[in-house]
């Protein structure tokens, strides 16, 4: 059984806990330790930092369909605004993607106000 458990955590932590945010050229990369994913910012139509109390009160409810715990939570959400994809270590310090043709973006980066002005930098493709 501890074998079992300890695989699940180990798979858990390698392919659905990402490990960093990064924006490159016209993308937000998402890392984790044996995969990445690119979203490209021309998708991005919004984004927003906020804290957890306005997280909340945005979406009114929220069920996780993922997993959370000591080292934050990843997966989805599903809430009274429609399903949330999320990637987060804390409950301060949040950034919500609005994406055109897919579900909302929820992340924590390290530094949340830099992260979203990078977002809207000077690239054409950004909001």
Same mark, same amino acid.
């Given at each position: 059984?501890?074998?079992?458990?300890?695989?699940?955590?180990?798979?858990?932590?390698? &392919?659905?806990?990402?490990?960093?945010?990064?924006?490159?050229?016209?993308?937000? +990369?998402?890392? !984790?330790?044996?995969?990445?994913?690119?979203?490209?910012? #021309?998708?991005?139509?919004?984004?927003?930092?906020?804290?957890? +109390?306005? &997280?909340?009160? #945005?979406?009114?409810?929220?069920?996780?369909?993922?997993?959370?715990?000591? !080292?934050?939570?990843?997966?989805?959400?599903?809430?009274?605004?429609?399903?949330? #994809? &999320?990637?987060?270590?804390?409950?301060?310090?949040?950034?919500?993607?609005?994406?055109?043709?897919?579900?909302?973006?929820?992340?924590?980066?390290?530094?949340?106000?830099? &992260?979203?002005?990078?977002?809207?930098?000077?690239?054409?493709?950004?909001?």
């Amino acid at each position: 059984m501890a074998v079992l458990l300890g695989g699940i955590y180990a798979v858990v932590w390698l &392919f659905w806990r990402p490990t960093r945010f990064e924006l490159e050229g016209d993308a937000l +990369k998402i890392v !984790w330790p044996l995969r990445s994913w690119r979203l490209p910012l #021309r998708i991005v139509d919004e984004i927003e930092v906020m804290d957890a +109390k306005t &997280f909340r009160s #945005r979406v009114r409810w929220a069920v996780r369909v993922g997993a959370g715990g000591l !080292w934050g939570g990843f997966g989805w959400l599903a809430t009274g605004a429609g399903w949330v #994809r &999320f990637y987060v270590s804390r409950s301060d310090g949040l950034v919500l993607l609005t994406l055109a043709g897919q579900a909302p973006l929820l992340i924590s980066p390290e530094d949340p106000e830099g &992260f979203a002005a990078a977002v809207r930098g000077p690239s054409p493709h950004r909001p």
